[in-house]
């Protein structure tokens, strides 16, 4: 835990140093989804592209491209380990062993492989679009997005003299340390750590992992990070993301079955997971309209996350939902996941105490906050909103609505149709920090 961030940074020789170490340097969900995936959409082929919702950061001007590309040569010849694959195996997730089925896991040692890309300059920005197999192409998400934050603070950090980057990580240690003396004062919260895709660096994260570990003891209840929870012996967390029911309403022939996907992939979630990882993400077409139509089994899953509209909103909406149809919402569980910072964790876990069990699954703000610890006031270090979307599926465009205008993606044509057919009107719009 005792990392001399400042001569690491100085010293390095960044060709001989990978941003991704290992094919589990990834959120744990890409790999249930990867493996939901290959059981049930093996032959699939999609496309997918990084997108910079911070128009204000060019990238193409702070990211050396091939430098990028090297890095992600570097990740394409990386093979899942030995070791790994028996951890994945035999290592108890959610209370449940053998998650991971022998055949998925012996693909992923001798078959997997991550799609062709391109990296490609436009207006001042960088697009990477990874094209292939489902199978192939999934798991670049998360390793895509971690690549391209780290490239940028390491070209960032290249223009610090030492002493600067001294300056630099003393202020985030000193951030890190407020936030967790903060949490340290209601020891009932729950927080999962979130951070990987868009993270300062590896090493960081790493870093703030092993010290909220050390400082917070039963309020850390995971890592999302498969590899940091194999290496320190923490909690795998994650269940699913928006990608499965936006490829599933891209697969529809019908207005019909368009509506009826996103219960439609919840129905094969299950029987994939044997009634496991059971946690809804409904805001892909909109959190109101999903509950509104959800069949009564839905309300026996085991929670649901929150992701781009007000957790305070949501998560009465949801308590009156289960309330409705005669669930205790005591027994269920909300996950918070959308920009959060330490102050909007302690208000959300205060306000739903008692209700409902409360977590939440904190990201950007906690793995990546340099905001103002720069020792020349600049902003190279301000985190930026990176996402990874998938754009076709089959040819068909894919299509996500958000319950935020401003995450919504897809072609506006297709975008005022899913409108239509889930009966979802845009809401009013909110900034999108991270």
């Not at 040569?73 to 028996?86: A, N, Q, T």
């Not at 890190?176 to 979130?194: A, C, D, G, N």
């Not at 923490?234 to 269940?239: C, N, Q, R």
């Not at 401003?406 to 044509?413: C, E, L, N, V």
Request: aromatic share 10%; charged share 25%.
């Amino acid at each position: 835990m005792n990392v001399n961030f400042a001569e690491r940074a100085h010293n390095h020789n960044w060709k001989l140093d990978p941003i991704v170490r290992s094919l589990l340097d990834t959120d744990f969900y890409k790999l249930l989804m990867l493996q939901f995936i290959w059981k049930n959409f093996p032959a699939v082929h999609v496309t997918s592209e990084i997108v910079n919702r911070t128009a204000r950061v060019r990238l193409a001007g702070e990211v050396d491209a091939p430098a990028l590309i090297a890095q992600m040569e570097h990740l394409r010849g990386l093979r899942f380990r030995r070791s790994e694959l028996i951890w994945l195996a035999g290592n108890t997730f959610y209370g449940t062993r053998h998650i991971f089925e022998p055949e998925f896991l012996a693909w992923l040692q001798t078959d997997f492989r991550l799609s062709d890309y391109t990296v490609t300059e436009q207006d001042g920005q960088l697009t990477l679009r990874f094209t292939g197999l489902w199978t192939e192409v999934t798991l670049w998400e998360v390793y895509a997005l971690a690549l391209v934050s780290e490239s940028r603070t390491r070209a960032a950090l290249a223009r610090l003299n030492e002493m600067e980057l001294d300056v630099l990580y003393a202020r985030a240690k000193t951030r890190l340390w407020e936030k967790i003396e903060r949490l340290r004062t209601t020891p009932e919260v729950s927080i999962s750590e979130f951070g990987t895709r868009r993270r300062h660096s590896f090493l960081w994260q790493e870093y703030v992992v092993q010290t909220m570990r050390a400082t917070l003891g039963p309020s850390l209840a995971g890592s999302s990070n498969t590899f940091l929870a194999y290496k320190h012996d923490l909690e795998a967390m994650g269940t699913n993301a928006h990608e499965l029911p936006m490829a599933m309403a891209a697969l529809a022939d019908d207005d019909a079955s368009l509506y009826s996907a996103q219960y439609r992939v919840l129905e094969l979630w299950q029987q994939s997971y044997g009634g496991e990882l059971l946690i809804l993400l409904p805001d892909t077409f909109g959190t109101t309209q999903f509950l509104d139509g959800a069949p009564d089994w839905v309300a026996d899953w085991t929670g649901q996350r929150v992701d781009s509209k007000d957790p305070i909103l949501v998560g009465d909406e949801y308590i009156r939902w289960l309330e409705a149809r005669g669930r205790d919402p005591r027994r269920k569980r909300l996950i918070a996941s959308d920009g959060l910072d330490v102050e909007e964790i302690l208000k959300l876990h205060n306000y739903f105490h008692g209700r409902i069990r409360f977590s939440a699954g904190w990201g950007t703000l906690l793995t990546n906050d340099f905001r103002g610890c720069h020792p020349r006031g600049e902003r190279d270090f301000d985190p930026i909103s990176l996402v990874c979307k998938l754009m076709t599926v089959e040819g068909r465009s894919a299509v996500k609505l958000s319950d935020n205008p401003r995450k919504a993606t897809g072609p506006d044509s297709e975008i005022a149709r899913y409108r239509r057919v889930f009966h979802s009107p845009a809401t009013d719009p909110t900034e999108v920090l991270v």
